[in-house]
């Protein structure tokens, strides 16, 4: 067993200390065989001391050594280990590197050298640009107040705009030009700016002009032009009776009735004698249109002319007559609509109004327009330019070609006319508009609108402006009536 630390005592007679001596001899060469050497007892200057506690425990002082020692080792290979895997982490440290250049410009990354706390590789580059420009700190430099000193010297946009990688680059909501099909990006309008009138003839039938002159003095850029004997009498006759034909098809619906405002619905109702209060709640939701059953009961109180359309394809004839109007106009196929026959019954006309849109900055307006009369109208029914002085009385297979814009590309008010009242007979016209600058759209068939709510093949009735405008009936949807388009028309193609 150990044994307590004893003090040096005084030497005793020879005998007893030899004799102690050999017992402790004997006892020390016990305990050195289970213990290790260094626990033996020394002699100093002859006086013999009682074993130390430390060097009992010398042992475990060796064992703490060596585990000592196998920490260090372990720390060492650890070092190496490091040493090993910054190599890796600085070539994939690179890698973001130089991603993060991509995305941050060299300038930004120059002038937040010196802040605090720099942004991040991956804030939105539209951050980064604020952070330059107002100097503030983000709000996790605010929260540990670490907010770095604001920078006065100006600041330079880069050259080039950075890029972003997918997951940094921030939706952005398309453009109206963006959504467009490539057809429509790549479409290269045609610019009309002027009539080429001349004398031509057409299977064997000379046709001759003659310019109608104005009878009022007055500034304008209208000129009036007539062909007599532009269409034969067959093909007058094929036309009106295509025209009715589809009329009466169509007609097996009673149309839906629109408005350009509901002062328009307002004026008509009073000049039918009609009292009923309206409001713009009774159009159907988003449409300037009243419902199906609200048509038919105005239906008897409401009179209006018909209008039938074809476009330049559907037949033989809409390429016959676009070649014969080139030739003897000068107006040019790829800037025509769509081909329009209208009847008008007795006691039926549309009021004073121009063609083309008085103040409007669009050039994608009806520049000139053709009409011809497809049959004799006994009484009224006149085409009259009223700032002009000019009346045509309708003459089967007569032609009259106008300008309704200037060269450069404005609506001509003096271009003004009406269509008499017929007073005995019934007239039928066949037109086309030719625009200043063409469009995509321009003279093919459209997809009709959904709006409003109506059966297959139910026809409409559009009621223009009330004082330059009639009401009449269609057998195609468009989107004029579309209040979205209405708000929109400037923007589109």
């Not at 019934?426 to 009709?448: D, T, V």
């Not at 139910?458 to 405008?469: A, T």
């Amino acid at each position: 067993m150990p044994q307590k630390k004893g003090k040096a005592t005084k030497r005793k007679p020879e005998t007893t200390e030899k004799a102690r001596a050999e017992k402790g001899d004997s006892k020390h060469e016990e305990m050195a065989e289970k213990k290790p050497r260094s626990q033996a007892t020394e002699k100093t200057n002859g006086v013999q001391e009682t074993p130390k506690e430390e060097d009992l425990y010398s042992t475990n002082q060796d064992f703490g050594l060596v585990l000592l020692v196998f920490v260090i080792l372990l720390l060492a290979l650890g070092v190496l280990f490091m040493c090993f895997t910054s190599k890796e982490s600085a070539k994939s440290s690179a890698a973001v590197s130089k991603t993060a250049d991509d995305v941050i410009p060299k300038e930004a990354v120059q002038k937040c050298a010196g802040k605090t706390d720099a942004p991040k590789a991956d804030m939105l580059e539209e951050e980064i640009e604020e952070l330059k420009k107002s100097g503030k700190s983000t709000k996790k430099d605010k929260e540990e107040g670490k907010v770095p000193p604001a920078k006065t010297e100006p600041k330079e946009t880069p050259k080039k705009p950075t890029k972003t990688s997918p997951k940094q680059k921030k939706p952005q909501p398309m453009s109206e030009e963006n959504r467009l099909p490539e057809e429509i990006k790549e479409f290269q309008p045609t610019i009309l700016d002027r009539l080429k009138v001349r004398n031509v003839s057409v299977d064997g039938r000379q046709l001759r002009y003659r310019e109608l002159k104005p009878t009022k003095d007055v500034d304008t850029n209208v000129r009036v032009y007539l062909f007599d004997n532009f269409l034969t009498a067959r093909e007058c006759e094929g036309l009106m009776s295509a025209h009715s034909r589809h009329v009466q098809e169509a007609s097996k619906h009673d149309p839906i009735i629109c408005f350009d405002s509901i002062k328009t619905l307002r004026n008509h109702l009073k000049d039918a004698g009609v009292k009923v209060k309206v409001s713009s709640q009774d159009f159907t939701e988003g449409t300037k249109c009243l419902n199906g059953s609200f048509s038919s009961q105005l239906k008897q109180h409401f009179h209006w002319s018909y209008s039938t359309s074809f476009y330049p394809g559907e037949s033989k004839f809409s390429a016959t007559f676009e070649r014969r109007v080139a030739t003897a106009t000068g107006l040019k196929p790829e800037n025509g609509g769509k081909f329009q026959i209208t009847s008008y019954a007795q006691g039926i006309g549309y009021k004073s109004h121009t063609d083309c849109v008085v103040g409007s900055r669009d050039k994608r307006d009806r520049f000139a327009t053709i009409l011809v009369y497809l049959q004799d109208v006994p009484k009224g029914g006149e085409t009259k330019f009223t700032e002009l002085g000019i009346a045509v009385t309708p003459t089967k297979g007569m032609a009259i070609v106008w300008n309704n814009m200037t060269p450069d590309g404005s609506c001509d008010p003096t271009s003004l006319h009406d269509a008499s009242k017929v007073r005995k007979g019934h007239k039928f016209i066949i037109q086309r508009w030719y625009y200043y600058k063409s469009f995509y759209s321009l003279g093919k068939r459209s997809p009709e609108p959904t709006l409003p709510a109506r059966e297959s093949g139910q026809p409409r009735v559009s009621c223009d402006e009330y004082e330059h405008g009639s009401c009449r009936w269609y057998d195609e949807w468009n989107y004029d009536h579309i209040e979205e388009y209405e708000a929109q028309k400037l923007n589109l193609a």
